[in-house]
Nanobody, 123 residues
Framework: QLNLVESGGGTVRRGESSTLYCVPS????????LAWFRQAPGKEREGLAA???????TYADSVKGRFTISQDGAKTKLYLEMNNLVPEDTAVYYC?????????????????WGQGTQVTVSS
């Protein structure tokens, strides 16, 4: 059973930066995808960024250039660095994972999900 635990959410001001963390445990896939999604109130869940076991990244146009997905060298943690945050970035942010490659940002393709962490951007 794969377990994903997010942390790092909170309240920031417009223009500030914040980093989210996700620690996956309980599985070992030779090839895998890790991704970040978010869901704002009244909106559908949105895929933001994904990274595969080779380090190849994919970004949604809405966050390209502002958000960066990465893993530590030991591949025990997943990060989402968020810069120049705006109130529209306010949402619950989720870490997700699946085995395999060709990582995309389609919610239905990810089998494992964390509990989410709230990010609030004030104006």
């Amino acid at each position: 059973q794969l377990n994903l635990v997010e942390s790092g959410g909170g309240t920031v001001r417009r223009g500030e930066s914040s980093t989210l963390y996700c620690v996956p445990s309980g599985y070992e896939y030779a090839r895998y995808c890790l991704a970040w999604f978010r869901q704002a109130p009244g909106k559908e869940r949105e895929g933001l960024a994904a990274i595969d076991s080779d380090g190849t990244t994919t970004y949604a146009d809405s966050v390209k250039g502002r958000f960066t997905i990465s893993q530590d060298g030991a591949k025990t943690k997943l990060y989402l660095e968020m810069n120049n945050l705006v109130p529209e970035d306010t949402a619950v942010y989720y870490c997700a994972s699946r085995g395999g490659s060709y990582c995309g940002l389609t919610e239905q393709s990810y089998a494992y999900w964390g509990q989410g962490t709230q990010v609030t951007v004030s104006s």
